[in-house]
């Protein structure tokens, strides 16, 4: 018993701050454009999105939309991240997200994962970083429903210049759970996009998304690819 209190006790010094001396900061990001898939197969392409930061912490909601004429591909993601006072060089984070993706034969995914990150570097031009966690999935997959549980790894890279800055988030969820008829639900997410600030808070975005399961035989489609024209905007807010 105590052991367990003095586990809580050092948990709560190392990510504790003062919020009345760490104001918050809010930003809102929203975008739209044509997403491409299968060669000649055009759809639409949608993008909100709604930060919270302050020094210590960093909280998102994203929406993401993928229209096309017989499939969707449609996700909501909130993220919560806390860097560590003492050990300002690691950050624990909680995701939460609902998927429906038609693509991979997805009708409705209920997905969360909590875990530890690292700083592999952090400057004011952008930053690197690395995730281990557990996940889980609740789903109606390939017509079953059941949870799943996965090992995560995560490695992000955002670089940023003055007109130009890239992005890629590479994500791999490992089953860790039993196989059920066979299938292998492990998956590898890859995200990548170009920024080009044009004119004030205006950018254009020309991005790749594409999920690759463990178990191939149920996704023969190609990568998303995607050209959308975005704003950004600080609000007002406070806390």
């Given at each position: 018993m105590t052991q367990k209190y003095f586990l809580l006790f050092t948990f709560t010094v190392l990510w504790a701050h003062d919020s009345k001396e760490d104001?918050?900061?809010?930003?809102?990001?929203?975008?739209?454009?044509?997403?491409?898939?299968?060669?000649?197969?055009?759809?639409?392409?949608?993008?909100?999105?709604?930060?919270?930061?302050?020094?210590h912490t960093f909280q998102d909601v994203r929406f993401f939309g993928h229209i096309f004429k017989e499939d969707q591909d449609i996700?909501?993601?909130y993220k919560f991240s806390e860097i560590s006072m003492s050990l300002p060089q690691f950050y624990n984070f909680t995701t939460v997200s609902f998927q429906r993706n038609s693509l991979v034969n997805?009708?409705?995914?209920?997905?969360?994962?909590?875990?530890?990150?690292?700083?592999?570097?952090?400057?004011?031009?952008g930053n690197m970083t690395a995730e281990m966690g557990i996940a889980y999935d609740m789903s109606d997959y390939l017509e079953d429903t059941r949870k799943t549980s996965y090992l995560k790894t995560a490695f992000s890279y955002d670089q940023n210049t003055q007109n130009i800055s890239t992005k890629l988030e590479l994500e791999h969820f490992h089953q860790i759970s039993d196989i059920v008829n066979e299938n292998n639900l492990s998956r590898f997410q890859i995200l990548g996009e170009l920024h080009w600030s044009f004119y004030k808070n205006l950018k254009l975005i020309g991005g790749i998304y594409q999920?690759?399961?463990?178990?191939?035989?149920?996704?023969?489609?190609?990568?998303?690819?995607?050209?959308?024209?975005?704003?950004?905007?600080?609000?007002?807010?406070h806390h």
């Open positions: 104001p918050s900061k809010w930003k809102i990001y929203l975008r739209g454009g044509i997403v491409s898939m299968d060669d000649n197969n055009l759809g639409g392409a949608t993008y909100s999105r709604l930060k919270r930061t302050t020094g996700r909501v993601r997805v009708d409705l995914r209920y997905h969360y994962n909590q875990g530890l990150g690292l700083f592999l570097s952090n400057t004011d031009s999920e690759l399961p463990g178990d191939k035989s149920y996704n023969d489609k190609q990568a998303l690819l995607y050209l959308t024209l975005a704003f950004n905007k600080p609000l007002k807010w």
